[in-house]
């Protein structure tokens, strides 16, 4: 026959309460921080130029623009790299970011620099991934197209509220 026993085992059911609360405690401040930081985008401005930035304010950081218009400005910066920047006409701010890296760039940065993750790249070697941040009002994505020479494109937009 088989004998449970239903005396509590104070000492130990105490210590262990007592270990499990502490972990818990000492836990819970570095889990916030990485729930604030999986909160808060990698990739948050281009040259100084943020998404609710002024027409004004862009234009003076990034330059003269090759193209300009009330909406949309677009700039090369040497001939591998082509920034699209995107205004409310209403509101005169930065809506979007848009920036092309072809091929021979320079200082393209990683996905994991910019969306937090490496890409699962298809087949053929293309690869798209967009990450939503309500808190910041605005998504990252990052773009990689097939082929020998793929052309990376990294781009930020405001959130449609």
């Known amino acids: 026959m088989l004998r449970v026993s ?20 000492c836990a819970a401040p570095a889990l916030r921080s990485y ?16 998404i ?21 400005d677009l700039y090369m910066f040497g001939e591998n790299q082509a920034v699209q920047i995107y205004y409310d006409k209403a509101t ?3 809506t979007a970011i848009s920036i092309d890296f072809m091929n021979g760039a320079n200082s393209i940065p990683a996905a994991k620099d910019v969306i937090g993750s ?28 097939a082929g020998k020479e793929p052309m990376i494109t990294i781009t930020m937009q405001k959130l449609d509220q």
């Open 118 to 145: 490496d890409m699962d790249a298809k087949a053929d070697g293309s690869a798209y991934k967009l990450v939503r941040y309500p808190k910041a009002g605005y998504w990252v994505s990052y773009s990689r197209t």
């Open 92 to 94: 005169k701010k930065v």
């Open 35 to 50: 729930a604030q930081k999986a909160d808060e985008p990698l990739f948050s401005e281009f040259k100084g130029v943020r």
């Open 52 to 72: 609710g930035t002024s027409t004004d304010e862009a234009r003076k950081k990034l330059g003269n623009p090759k193209e300009k218009g009330d909406d949309q």
């Open 6 to 25: 239903l005396r509590p085992l104070p000492g130990r059911i105490v210590k262990s309460v007592l270990a499990v609360s502490a972990i818990i405690l």
